[in-house]
């Protein structure tokens, strides 16, 4: 069982540069999250899906887009990347959005930009 | 505003003892809190969760005490072993998706 796919697995991105983080999930989980980690910070939301077509704005979302087509993907796109934007990227599925799930994650995607 | 704070960045502990992780928060809305491991290059797994009904959870070598008037849980390892050495992220919840995560400790069990 894959679980959460996550790719690429690293990126170096030039300031200004669209960008397309991919997550894609095979647990038939209803949501979906993106996290970026930051030294000296905790995982922060950046932006939430409750499930196939519907997606919310998490902690950080400036700066960011996302879509859910289907239940099992859900792109996180950088429209126009910052130095800023430099983190560690996680993407997470859940059963549902209700409280006391357990969130699984994915490996990761390492982007930097300059 | 850090709701959710891992003060010790680091923690070393000899193979066999005990480990003591501990995480404080300061949102009494909380009422769900997970324990999460993160090896390197890798993304963070679940370990142990609690409920604000409870003040004990365990599985195995792991115990995770909830103390809600402190506003204070711990996540006890016991005993420690080389392959408990990690990142370990406690996060809180009031009962939504919405999870506060800490910034994290980082545990070296020394064989």
Known sequence: ?114 | DQQVKQNSPSLSVQEGRISILNCDYTNSMFDYFLWYKKYPAEGPTFLISISSIKDKNEDGRFTVFLNKSAKHLSLHIVPSQPGDSAVYFCAGSSGTYKYIFGTGTRLKVLA
């Open chain 1, 1 to 114: 069982i894959a679980g959460i796919t996550q790719a690429p697995t690293s990126q170096i991105l030039a300031a200004g540069r669209r960008m397309t983080l991919r997550c894609t999930q095979d647990m038939r989980h209803n949501a979906m999250y993106w996290y970026r980690q930051d030294l000296g910070l905790g995982l922060r939301l950046i932006h939430y899906s409750n499930t196939a077509g519907t997606t919310g704005k998490g902690e950080v979302p400036d700066g960011y887009s996302v879509s859910r087509a289907n239940t099992d993907d859900f792109p996180l796109t950088l429209a126009s990347a910052v130095p800023s934007q430099t983190s560690v990227y996680f993407c997470a599925s859940s059963e549902t959005l209700a409280g006391g799930n357990i969130q699984y994650f994915g490996a990761g995607t390492r982007l930097s930009v300059l």
